[in-house]
């Protein structure tokens, strides 16, 4: 069974910053592009950031620009997301999901969540003084 297991949420001041990871298992399962979504209370699942093996892409919501990196080690079947210069309204559950795409094919919305077929439980971030 294919799983995406998060980690590395807590909580930060902000300024502060935060690095989650997002492991793949079982080994053989293969993906091309990674996408992380948050969720905060009342609101819609929104994407962030992606990140796609081949051809390399990385894409970013206009919300987190210059703050956050996706970035991953294949080897590792491990992708991250690291969080600059957190604010309070980055404040929610976030979330991996990963695609089934053959090596070569990119998604047409990297950042929408239904580019994706496989999602991690979530790790919360919470951004307070």
């Known amino acids: 069974q294919v799983q995406l297991v998060e980690s590395g949420g807590g909580s930060v001041q902000p300024g502060g910053s935060l690095r989650l990871s997002c492991a793949a298992s079982p080994y053989t399962y293969r993906h091309n592009c990674v996408g992380w979504f948050r969720q905060a209370p009342g609101k819609e699942r929104e994407g962030v950031a992606a990140?796609?093996?081949?051809?390399?892409?990385?894409y970013y919501s206009d919300s987190v620009k210059g703050r956050f990196t996706a970035s991953q080690d294949t080897a590792k079947r491990t992708a991250y997301l690291q969080m600059n210069r957190l604010a309070p309204e980055d404040t929610a559950m976030y979330y991996c999901?990963?695609?089934?795409?053959?090596?070569?094919?990119?998604?047409?919305?990297?950042?929408?969540?239904?580019?994706?077929?496989?999602w991690g439980q979530g790790t919360q971030v919470t951004v307070s003084s």
């Open positions: 999901a990963s695609d089934s795409r053959e090596a070569g094919f990119l998604p047409s919305a990297p950042l929408a969540p239904v580019a994706y077929n496989t």
């Open positions: 990140i796609c093996t081949f051809p390399s892409a990385t």
